[in-house]
């Protein structure tokens, strides 16, 4: 089994759409109720940021989606990881954040590299922040937007820039911050209201294999599944 852990939960649902969308996984069924119980008593230290999904393939193996709900959890994966081969069955690990995470992130790689368990462990840290991820999708699938989406996606968009600074001290970079979470919340009410799962299924749904390599974390994420 593949295990690829996520800081955070909207994280989990974005490579959970791509997986399905673009790799053909299918979610798995119940009979994974007792491997879901497994993971919730190796993390049971933050029960309520913990979400576990369960995708299965024509490939035999299943791939584990881990939230763990904060960069500071990275570590219980490298505490639990001796577990998670011996009694799990766990494969493989890809361990994926945020750039602020990224000490946190290779910290608790170097961690399990250290109790040699003799399988691959990989980390995929995005250039900026999971908004910027999803900006590269939208981007990517401009074309195939609806005009009348557009036309209201570029016109928020305008009127939001004017409203925050690009100049580089802390002051800019939290409101550059502030200005993707919002840029994502507009992109979310207009192209996939429902909830983030919705966008997500939404964005992927218009993309194909063939864009994976043009979005160099999705290409990683496919590069690691084959390994």
């Given at each position: 089994?593949?295990?690829?852990?996520?800081?955070?939960?909207?994280?989990?649902?974005?490579?959970?759409?791509?997986?399905?969308?673009?790799?053909?996984?299918?979610?798995?069924?119940?009979?994974?109720?007792?491997?879901?119980?497994?993971?919730?008593?190796?993390?049971?230290?933050?029960?309520?940021?913990?979400?576990?999904?369960?995708?299965?393939?024509?490939?035999?193996?299943?791939?584990?989606?881990?939230?763990?709900?904060?960069?500071?959890?990275?570590?219980d994966v490298a505490e639990a990881s001796?577990?998670?081969?011996?009694?799990?069955?766990?494969?493989?690990?890809?361990?994926?954040?945020?750039?602020?995470?990224?000490?946190?992130?290779?910290?608790?790689?170097?961690?399990?590299?250290?109790?040699?368990?003799?399988?691959?462990?990989?980390?995929?840290?995005y250039r900026g922040c999971l908004e910027?991820?999803?900006?590269?999708?939208?981007?990517?699938?401009?074309?195939?937007?609806?005009?009348?989406?557009?036309?209201?996606?570029?016109?928020?968009?305008?009127?939001?820039?004017?409203?925050?600074?690009?100049?580089?001290?802390?002051?800019?970079?939290?409101?550059?911050?502030?200005?993707?979470?919002?840029?994502?919340?507009?992109?979310?009410?207009?192209?996939?209201?429902?909830?983030?799962?919705?966008?997500?299924?939404?964005?992927?749904?218009?993309?194909?294999?063939?864009?994976?390599?043009?979005?160099?974390?999705?290409?990683?994420?496919?590069?690691?599944?084959?390994?």
């Open positions: 089994m593949i295990l690829i852990v996520f800081e955070g939960f909207n994280d989990l649902q974005f490579f959970k759409s791509f997986l399905i969308k673009v790799k053909e996984y299918n979610e798995g069924t119940n009979r994974n109720s007792n491997l879901k119980d497994q993971f919730n008593k190796l993390f049971e230290k933050n029960p309520g940021g913990t979400r576990i999904d369960i995708l299965e393939h024509t490939n035999p193996e299943k791939v584990i989606l881990l939230s763990i709900g904060g960069k500071q959890y990275f570590k001796k577990a998670l081969v011996k009694i799990v069955g766990i494969s493989k690990i890809l361990l994926i954040g945020d750039k602020d995470g990224e000490e946190d992130i290779i910290t608790a790689k170097n961690e399990i590299i250290k109790k040699e368990l003799n399988i691959p462990v990989e980390v995929i840290v910027d991820l999803i900006f590269s999708v939208v981007d990517l699938i401009n074309p195939l937007i609806p005009q009348r989406d557009k036309d209201v996606l570029n016109k928020i968009f305008r009127i939001l820039s004017e409203n925050y600074s690009n100049e580089e001290n802390s002051e800019s970079n939290r409101e550059m911050s502030i200005f993707k979470k919002r840029k994502t919340g507009i992109i979310h009410t207009i192209l996939g209201p429902r909830c983030w799962g919705h966008l997500f299924d939404e964005l992927f749904s218009k993309f194909c294999e063939e864009d994976i390599d043009k979005i160099e974390e999705l290409e990683k994420v496919k590069i690691f599944l084959e390994l």
